[in-house]
């Protein structure tokens, strides 16, 4: 049964529960649930996260937790009852997991690592927090921690930074707008900062001085692996100041066995040393550790004769140093442990042993010896930082060891109280002893003892070092043969201080032999007392000390007997009566010399302390003993601090009159002297002695009578050091006054009070008479009333104790008030003044509210004075923002109206002043005046900020009611609106608060909206009517639209988490604001709203943009009230919509607005909230019409924005950019006649075009501004980049620069009518010298034409399917020009890399409206052929090719592509009888190429092309190619190079005999069909005459080829003529009469032979009636073509032989997916192949082969093809095989073509050289048609616009093709160039495009039957249209293979470049002026004429090898002798093999 819980009320998921189970509720590890019924191991509840979906998991899957439930019940919520900062964590981690996944996304690899270690460690310290086994200490550093790495996690991400205090959120509505400003900048600047508030403040007033932390240097000593010494050895440890020359720090000593181990076995691994106290001052001395070992041993090491085993001396033996200059960094930045080595060193010298370690130092190398390995001592070395109670707390596990603590010699910098020392340091430095009569000297050793007075030594009052007990005596170490030896050992002598009187040392030396016995034989002692007669110590220098002879037999049992002696020098002046007959005679010529230091907090060395502490021995002395205790040290003092004061206040009470000023005199001093930050720990000693100790009931008086006596002389005395002495120690002689009034008081029963405080008050008046004086002209004065003031502010707390708030309050508000204005004080002052109201707002006093009352008016008097001169603001500000702290906490007590009122009087008009003046300055980047340095600037607007926004918020209605009823009139009123409306949108405008710092921003936003909600009836009952004001209404205005667009308030850019946070707290406070400013709008007259148009509407329309519903709604009403005021007051609303326009492009193109504005705008949603929308409301007008019509047109406006946002705003190509920008410029040109917008975006577009190098679409575009101008001296202002001028000169420098865009594009013939209409504007304003320089251009331009190369570009179908386009390509289609060198593949490729969302779609037909519709992107791509429009020039004969070419592909608005398809059932024999041709024409809206390189499809033509009708076409095309190649080799346009000849009359006369034209005499010669088809008697004779034709045309090859052939190719010339005659005897049934011809046969003799003469072209009926007739153009584009026959794209010669992949030993259908073939008989060219279907084959189907002799036989062009494995297949024409197999006719062909030959996957086949796609650049829809009357009207039909070739930028790429060789003939040079490259891309298989033919002579299926040369199953390109001519000469169809031969050891062929500025391209020789065009006399034979040639003279066909896309076309270079060689020998490998 379920029942309630009552203690489980909310857990955490430890382990994911998937909700398997009924009622199941699915939850995932880590999220927060909250239980409301349990039942048998199942709880009932939900997630935090869905609180709405309740359910059932197992009691075992959740962790409880403790939480506090609130609204207990069925609506109860539960809150985790944990540390709030471990929910931070928890809440933050949650948030981070997700930023840090997307940080591997966007590979930021080293942010993302940073990012996980940084989470690790806050799991690991959260963990640590839950566990609950930490200290108070512990917590606080771990939360220290957490809080850091928070903060830098945050900062990293981007997210916003959390105000902390004590390392806990805060919340904001408990502090003021101040202190969360500060809050903000600790989080910032120090996350370690841990002091409270008052703290800050109270150190930034300059109160407290930091403490300096000390150091403390961690030595463990591991081993000491050099230790080969075999003996006990000492290793002392000390730290040495070399610039000094002395040890800073005692030793730290460690005794070691033969061994090299400890020699206490306890010890093992804890020998450490703690060197403590170290300053800053410390580290940065000349520091280095310096470790002596002594061994105890032999005297000698090497010589055992020195000395009996048994007796030990303690021997120097070696040093070793390490300098922590070089340390140093290296652990200062470790936690840890780090190890050191130290080489030991070997004194050579032992008299120099004292000095070994500074000589190591000097690496004085003569005097010591290095070890001879470098091992030695290992040490390692920690630096520890922070008091020696924390350094205890944090390391535990140091101490635990054991450590040594190694004090310095000395007191540190700051001397702690209760730090009790008692150590005399003893330096043994030197002694000087006699020889004694002996040969050798001594091996002298010291003994030292400690002694009592009454002889006793003293047990354990020595120590060598830390680490080792002390000892009751030291043998010092023995330096061999040495009579003056030098030690210089340190010794530590920890004497107790009640032994210390009476005790002395003594010094015992004795002679150590190294005979047999060893004895160590006394010879001398010596010895001093510790303290002086006088009770001083032992002072700290360098004593030298006598020394008495003695013997071992000499007693010192009766110390009497030598204490007696004088011990020294000093001693010796003192007693010179000293009898001679003692036992102890003084040795003349011995000496000892000793040092002492003294460290100690209980004896003094100080005369003077010692007198005064003992003034009543001598009474009469007082006086001066007083007077010298300034010269006591400060050290002594604070040693005897209470023994002083205990001194001193007793001789005030023995003798106040008489010692009364010089006691106060010497208690000033000694308060003074803990002012010094080495004493400041030293003032709680006072305190306590004040407090616990002090019993001066009666000093009271005098010390007030002083204090008074002092302040009063301060207006005549000159010299007043005593007297600021007193002001500064103000403080602690309050509290002895104060403390001694409270004695006297409790001992009195309080007496005499009526006269104490008549004394404060008089004294209290001689405060405020200091602080009264003129002090400008006395600069002493100034100081004492700066140290005044400066000390004023600590007496409160004293004064609290015996008087009353109120009248402590009197005291400093009269005080205050005393001080003068700034007017008559200096700026130094000024500054005093303020810190001492500071501290007065910081005290306790302060704090209560009635005294609050008494002291404000004062304070906020000063601040006022002060901000209004705009002098020391830094100050001011802290204590306002101080002010409003306190007011804040105490309004969440207690009622601060009052005070409230108080600073809104006295501070909101010069607050709100002072902000102006900073925000202006700081926008200008000067310093503020009366500020120290101009880098505060930000800081002080902030602190400002902070501080009215503070006064603001604890502003109330009633607050804000008399605010407004105190101004006199309505123009103080204005004013004040005017400068807080100004001060708010500068808060928004300069973005006072970074970015992250959210909580800051958001109050803020609060605060502003709130105000202005208070003030706007203020505004609208003012302001309105007559009374209107239109600065203070648009000021208003300004504000809320900057306000609600303010980005901290867009919370659509929040997660949801915060979004909900911040709508729970604060709401959306942009509706706030937008129903305040609709409201306000609302209460503006109808004839003031005019006011605000247009000015207003653009801010308004910022608004509506803002992504929220509620807010557009509101706003959406106020344009129709703008429209509605403007149509009635001028009868339209042109300003409204002008102005509606400009911004609303101006604020899209920002990225403002999305798509739902537009429908809102538009009215296609229901909008929510109380207003209809803008149509609605418009709808009811009288003026609906002109309404509906512009609100119509804005929302397609704003579609077209939107494109170009999104594509401006994204990573998008270039390409998207430039067709958004076409869009919105014709919509701006054709929709909305704005000519300014129109222009702007003219010059967007050709920026873009210039950045994609699109040079002449950059000049189209320019042209469009170009014909807006005229040629007028108009004047025209400045605009965009131009300046002011007239309009003749803008139109001139335009046409200048379209005319230099068309020559950089190389469209010549562009610029050429544009350099006319400059050179008639020139000469009709007789500038000759401009009309020079276009004319020249001019002429550069014609020989450009004639000379330069030009790449023809392909040009490609789009179709842009699926709703997820953007709107200007949404379910469009286009025709796109692709770039230089750009084949389908790579056009496929550019165009999903720019879609990569898109699908491509893997067939041509068109969409079903399932595709439009969808919310996806589909791509359908293929290439298409140009339709040139009808020019002239095309059909002239006598103009040469490279001129026609350029017209083929320019001005070109008509493409086409062909699909083949069978019409009724297919011909299993010959499918050529069935197949059909469909060709479908585009027409484009506008020619390409124009301000675009890619425009829409408009219209769309399709029509069919019977069988015959395409059989007719190839065969005609194939014989005019021919023609035109026998032609060029008959006027010897090619030089001797015949290959080109021999590869075209193979491949036609190879394909004929293998059936290729045979197919279509079966098919169109048959019987039956002539019966069933009488229509076409005509077209079959006309094909009839073709085939006849061909067999003539060949005959004269043939004969041509057999005059040019090299010897070498004899055996392939033979091999023509045999297949010739099978070609000819196969159609001679056919064909009668072609027996008669033989193919030596002469011009003369041939029916046809003037063919060739007469060049008439076609007449543009046969031009339609060929276009018709080219239905079989399915494999025509795939050019495998080997030969130059193609009469319309590609000159093709050679073997036409080529077979699909499909065919090549594979039983698949890829020939009809990849080809489109729909047979593989030889007719097949009559099926004209979609050049798309070919340009999807890789890449690797275009290289250049090079084959090995091998090879070379007649299936060379079999071997091009590609590999079937590398083309995709295409699921376009399924049913051209049957049952997944090849037809029989496909089976035959394989076994005819390719018998038992290799296949096509040669294993010799190369790689061509891959050339990369050049830089992408597309664009759409455009303007050309703008541009064309004007160059219609000058180049007439001729003139048509061209395209350029891309100029590939300098550095791109270089190219090489290796097939081809320069050489300079006398025709232009014809430059053959391929894209070879091989793409991973499976491209879009194309769809049937080209109007080629495939009977093309470049394949060789159809070898070996014979027909009339119509050539085979080709792919080739060739056998177009005659209405196509254009495409003769490409750089596709000369073979690009490189040619090698046995005999070329170079490579025949150079590379060619296309760069203009290469200056390697050929200098093509230009064209005589006319050339015959009849052949030579003396060639035979010639051809007859045709009636049409497609070629110009001058151009040479070029050849195509292998299948590959539209070819991009070139002038063609000639080729050379070595070209034709090589291809000869080619040939002839081919015969041979």
């Known amino acids: 049964m379920w029942t309630p819980t009552e203690e489980e009320k909310i857990g955490v998921v430890i382990c994911s529960f998937r909700g398997s189970v009924s009622q199941g509720l699915s939850l995932e590890i880590g999220e927060t649930v909250q239980i409301l019924e349990k039942c048998e191991g199942w709880y009932r509840g939900f997630s935090t996260k869905k609180p709405t979906v309740k359910g059932i998991f197992p009691t075992n899957y959740i962790h409880l937790k403790r939480g506090i439930v609130s609204n207990s019940g069925q609506y109860e919520t539960v809150a985790l009852l944990e540390d709030s900062i471990v929910t931070e964590v928890t809440s933050t981690l949650q948030e981070w997991a997700f930023l840090w996944k997307q940080l591997y996304v966007k590979n930021k690899v080293d942010l993302f690592y940073k990012l996980r270690h940084v989470m690790n460690e806050l799991f690991d310290l959260r963990r640590q927090l839950l566990s609950g086994h930490l200290t108070q200490d512990q917590i606080r550093e771990v939360k220290r921690h957490i809080t850091v790495r928070l903060d830098w996690g945050n900062e990293h991400l981007g997210l916003d930074l959390v105000p902390r205090k004590e390392f806990e959120m805060v919340d904001a509505e408990q502090i003021s707008v101040s202190d969360l400003y500060k809050m903000h900048l600790s989080s910032r600047h120090s996350v370690q900062q841990s002091t409270s508030q008052g703290d800050s403040l109270r150190q930034r007033h300059g109160e407290a001085c930091r403490i300096p932390i000390p150091h403390h240097l961690f030595l463990n000593l591991k081993s000491f692996t050099y230790n080969t010494i075999g003996e006990d050895t000492d290793v002392f440890f000390s730290l040495f100041d070399m610039r000094e020359g002395k040890q800073i720090s005692e030793r730290f000593m460690v005794k070691l066995n033969k061994n090299g181990g400890p020699k206490n076995p306890e010890k093992i691994d804890r020998l450490c040393a703690l060197f403590t106290d170290l300053s800053n001052k410390d580290m940065k001395r000349d520091l280095y550790i310096v470790s002596h070992v002594i061994r105890t041993g032999r005297m000698l090491l090497n010589d055992s004769k020195k000395g009996p085993a048994h007796v030990q001396y303690r021997r120097p033996y070696g040093c070793a140093v390490l300098s922590m200059s070089d340390v140093l960094q290296s652990i200062s930045e470790l936690k840890e442990e780090k190890d050191f080595v130290l080489k030991v060193y070997t004194c050579n010298n032992e008299n120099e042993w004292c000095q070994i370690h500074e000589n190591i130092i000097r690496k004085s190398s003569t005097k010591y010896t290095a070890p001879s390995t470098n091992y030695g001592l290992i040490i390692s070395l920690q630096l520890l930082r922070g ?13 635990n060891r054991g450590v040594a603590v190694t004090r310095k010699l000395g007191f540190p910098d700051v001397i702690m109280p209760g730090d009790i020392r008692n150590d005399l340091y003893l330096i043994l430095e030197r002694g000087d002893f006699e020889r004694g009569g002996k040969s ?86 010596a010895f001093t007392p510790l303290m002086r007669e006088d009770g001083t110590t032992l002072s700290d220098e360098s004593h030298e000390l006598y020394v008495y002879k003695c013997d071992e037999n000499s007693t010192f049992s009766n110390q009497a007997l030598y204490l007696g002696l004088p011990c020294c020098k000093e001693d010796f002046n003192g007693c010179p009566n000293i009898p001679s007959s003692l036992i102890f005679q003084r040795s003349a010529k011995e000496m000892l010399w000793i040092s002492t230091q003294l460290s100690s907090t209980k004896l003094t060395q100080n005369v003077d302390l010692l007198a005064l502490l003992k003034w009543k021995a001598h009474p009469d002395r007082l006086m001066d003993i007083l007077g010298r205790l ?68 009666l000093a009271y008086k005098e010390l007030i009578h002083c204090l008074k006596w002092y302040m009063d002389r301060s207006a005549e005395v000159v010299r007043q050091d005593h007297i600021q002495e007193a002001m500064r120690a103000l403080e602690y002689l309050f509290k002895f006054i104060v403390q001694s009034r409270i004695l006297y008081s409790r001992a009195t029963c309080g007496m005499e009070e009526d006269q104490f405080r008549m004394s404060i008050q008089e004294l209290f008046q001689s405060i405020r008479f200091v602080l009264s004086l003129d002090s400008r002209s006395s600069e002493t004065l100034i100081f004492t009333q700066a140290a005044l003031l400066n000390s004023f502010p600590t007496i409160f707390d004293e004064l609290l104790q015996m008087f009353t708030v109120q009248e402590v309050a009197e005291f400093v508000r009269g005080t205050l008030g005393s001080m003068p204005s700034t007017v008559h004080i200096g700026q130094s002052m000024d500054v005093v003044k303020l810190q001492s109201i500071a501290r007065t707002v910081d005290s306790r006093l302060f704090s209560f509210p009635e005294s609050r009352r008494i002291l404000l008016p004062v304070v906020l008097h000063h601040i006022h004075l002060h901000l209004r001169q705009q002098k020391e603001l830094l100050i001011c500000s802290g204590i306002l923002s101080s002010i409003f702290s306190i007011i804040k906490a105490s309004s969440l007590e207690t009622s601060v109206q009052e005070e409230v009122e108080m600073m809104v009087e006295s501070l909101l008009d010069v607050l709100l002043q002072t902000l102006l003046t900073i925000m202006s300055k700081s926008q200008s980047q000067e310093a503020v005046r009366g500020q120290r340095c101009p880098q505060c600037t930000a800081e002080i607007t902030g602190e400002y900020v902070s501080c009215m926004l503070s006064l603001l918020r604890q502003m109330s209605e009633i607050h804000y009611q008399h605010l407004l009823d105190n101004f006199q009139s309505k123009e103080e009123l204005k004013e004040f609106l005017l400068k807080i409306f100004c001060v708010f949108r500068n808060l928004m405008k300069l973005s006072i608060f970074p970015r992250d710092w959210m909580v800051m921003r958001l109050l803020t936003s609060n605060i502003i909206v709130t105000t202005a909600q208070y003030l706007s009836p203020a505004l609208h009952k003012n302001f309105t009517e007559a009374d209107f004001d239109f600065k203070v209404w648009n000021s208003y205005f300004s504000l809320a639209v900057l306000y609600i667009n303010q980005p901290s308030l867009q919370l659509e850019t929040l997660t949801p988490s915060k979004r909900k946070k911040i709508l729970d707290k604060y709401g959306d406070m942009r509706v706030m604001m937008a129903y305040e400013l609709f409201g306000m709008w609302q209460n503006l007259a109808g004839e003031n709203k005019i006011h605000f148009i247009p000015g207003m509407i653009g801010p308004f329309l910022g608004v509506t943009l803002v992504p929220q519903t509620e807010v557009r709604s509101i706003m959406i009403p106020i344009f129709h009230d703008m429209m509605d005021w403007e149509q009635r007051k001028n ?124 040079y002449t679409e950059a000049a189209f575009t320019l042209l469009l501004y170009w014909e807006l101008l005229h040629w007028e001296d108009r004047p ?207 027409i484009l809206t506008r020619p390409l190429p124009g301000i675009s390189r890619w425009f829409e499809v408009e219209k769309r033509e399709v029509v069919e092309v019977s069988p015959l009708e395409n059989a007719i076409y190839v065969v005609e095309n194939k014989n005019h190619e021919l023609r035109t190649l026998i032609c060029q080799y008959q006027h010897k346009q090619l030089h001797g190079n015949v290959n080109l000849l021999s590869m ?141 026959l193609s009469s319309h794209t590609s000159s093709e010669t050679g073997n036409l032989i080529f077979l699909p992949d499909g065919l090549v030993g594979e039983t698949s259908d890829d020939i009809y997916r990849m080809q489109a073939s729909p047979s593989s008989s030889s007719l097949s060219s009559t099926h004209s192949a979609p050049s798309q279907m070919i340009n999807s084959a890789p890449s690797s189907a275009r290289g250049s082969p090079s084959l090995s002799d091998k090879y070379r036989h007649n299936r060379e062009m079999i071997m091009l093809l590609p590999p079937h494995r590398d083309r995709p297949s295409s699921a376009m024409y399924p049913a051209m095989t049957e049952n997944g197999q090849p037809t029989n006719f496909q089976r035959a062909l394989i076994q005819q073509v390719i018998g038992p030959c290799k296949p096509c996957s040669d294993p010799n086949l190369s790689v061509a050289e891959k050339v990369p796609t050049a830089p992408s650049s597309w664009s759409l829809d455009s303007g050309t048609r703008e541009a064309m009357p004007f160059l219609s009207a000058h180049v007439g039909s001729i003139m048509v616009p061209p395209v350029p070739p891309r100029t590939i930028p300098h550095g791109h790429f270089s190219m090489h093709f290796d097939a081809f060789h320069h050489q300079i003939s006398d025709l232009p040079p014809v430059l053959p160039a391929r894209s070879l490259r091989k793409s991973p891309l499976h491209p879009i298989p194309a769809s ?146």
Not at 467 to 482: A, D, K, M, Q, T
Not at 1332 to 1338: A, F, H, L, T, Y
């Open 387 to 399: 008091e020696m109670e924390l350094i205890r707390r944090e390391n535990p596990m140091i101490f």
């Open 440 to 525: 050798v000297q001594k091996n002298i050793e010291v003994t030292v003892y400690v002694l009592y007075a009454d002889g006793e030594i003293l047990k354990d009052c020595i120590s060598l070092g830390s680490g080792e007990p002390n000892v009751s005596e030291h043998r010092s170490f023995v330096l061999y043969h040495n009579n003056s030896p030098r030690w210089g050992e340190i010794i530590k002598l920890p004497i107790p201080v009640d032994r210390f009187r009476g005790s002395h040392l003594r010094f015992e030396f004795r002679h150590c032999s190294t005979k047999d016995k060893g004895e160590k034989k006394l010879f001398g002692f």
């Open 630 to 697: 300034r010269h006591v040290s400060g050290e002594e003092i604070v040693k005897f601090l209470q023994d002083i004061l205990d001194t001193l206040f007793s001789i005030l009470d023995d003798n106040t009159d008489k010692y009364g000023p010089l006691v106060f005199q010497s208690l000033v001093f000694i308060i003074n002297l803990l002012r010094d930050s080495k004493y400041y720990h030293f003032r709680p000693v006072m305190d306590t002695y004040i407090q616990k100790h002090f019993a001066g009931a």
């Open 1131 to 1254: 009868g339209n609303f042109k300003q409204v919509e002008a102005e509606l326009i400009d911004k609303l492009d101006s604020l899209v193109s920002e990225g403002k607005g999305d798509e739902n504005y537009r429908e809102l705008f538009g009215l296609l949603t229901q909008l929510f909230g109380p207003y209809p929308s803008l149509l609605e409301k418009i709808e009811q007008e009288t003026w609906r019409e002109t309404g509906v019509s512009f609100v119509t047109s804005v929302t397609r406006l704003m579609e077209r924005l939107l494109d170009y946002r999104d594509c401006m705003k994204g990573d998008e190509t270039e390409n998207k950019k430039i067709g958004c920008t076409v869009n919105l410029l014709n919509f701006y040109k054709s929709e909305i006649n704005k000519e300014e917008m129109y222009i702007r975006y003219i010059h967007k577009l050709c920026d873009m075009h210039l950045q994609a190098e699109n």
């Open 1276 to 1482: 025209l202002r400045e605009f965009l980049h131009y300046p002011t001028q007239s309009e003749w000169q803008r139109k001139e420098g335009l046409c200048r620069k379209v005319i230099h865009y068309f020559n950089k594009g190389k469209c010549w013939e562009y610029g050429i009518p544009l350099c006319r209409e400059l050179a008639s504007q020139y000469e009709a304003l007789y500038d000759y010298q401009s009309l020079s320089w276009i004319r020249k251009m001019e002429a550069a331009y014609y020989d450009n034409i004639m000379e330069q190369q030009r790449l023809e570009p392909e040009f490609f179908r789009v179709g842009f399917y699926g709703r997820k386009f953007p709107f200007f390509l949404r379910n469009k289609e286009f025709v796109c020009r692709g770039h230089d060198y750009e084949r389908l593949e790579a056009f496929q490729q550019r165009m999903l890399g720019e879609f990569p969302q898109a699908i491509a779609m893997q067939h041509p037909n068109q969409p079903d409206e399932t595709i439009l519709q969808c919310d996806a992107q589909y791509l359908q791509i293929y290439a298409v052929t140009p339709i040139p429009e009808n020019a002239d020039v095309l059909h002239m004969d006598r103009v040469p090719e490279r001129i026609k070419s350029f017209y083929r592909i320019n001005n070109v608005h008509r493409f086409r592509y062909d699909r083949p398809f069978h019409k009724g059932p297919k011909d299993r024999d010959n499918e050529f009888k069935s197949l059909w041709i469909e060709r479908t024409t585009l």
């Open 1544 to 1684: 075209c009359l193979n491949g036609m006369i190879d394909a004929a005999v293998n059936g290729g034209i045979a197919r279509y005499q079966e098919a169109f010669f048959d019987k039956d069909y002539i019966a069933s088809h009488p229509e076409d008697a005509e077209k079959i004779t006309q094909l009839k005459e073709l085939m006849q034709e061909q067999v003539h045309i060949l005959s004269v090859g043939l004969a041509v080829h057999e005059k040019l052939v090299h010897p070498e190719m004899r055996p392939l010339h033979k091999k023509l003529i045999d297949q010739f005659q099978m070609m000819r005897s196969s159609l001679c049934h056919a064909l009668p009469g072609l027996e008669k011809i033989s193919p030596a046969c002469s011009g003369a003799s041939t029916p046809r032979g003037s063919i060739l003469a007469s060049h008439s072209p076609l007449s543009p009926e046969s031009i339609k009636l060929v276009h018709r007739h080219s239905p079989l153009n399915l494999l025509g584009s795939i050019r495998h073509s080997s030969s130059s």
């Open 1888 to 2033: 049937p495009t080209s109007p080629h033919s495939g009977l093309n002579g470049s394949s060789s299926t159809l070898s070996g039957s014979a027909s009339s040369g119509v050539s085979s199953l080709s792919e080739s390109n060739f056998g177009h249209s005659c209405e196509q001519p254009v495409h003769t000469d490409t750089m596709d169809s000369v073979p690009s293979q490189s040619w090698t031969t046995d005999e070329d050891v170079e490579s025949p062929y150079l590379p060619v470049r296309y760069s203009i500025s290469e200056p390697d391209v050929l200098e093509p020789m230009k064209l005589p002026p006319c050339r015959s065009h009849s052949a030579p006399s003396g060639v035979n034979p010639t051809l007859p004429p045709k009636p049409y040639m497609g070629r110009g003279e001058g151009c040479i066909p070029e050849e195509e090898i292998r299948p590959r896309p539209m070819p991009r076309k070139i002038s063609q270079p000639l080729l050379s002798c070595k070209e034709e060689q090589a291809k000869v020998a080619w040939e002839h490998g081919i015969k041979e093999e």
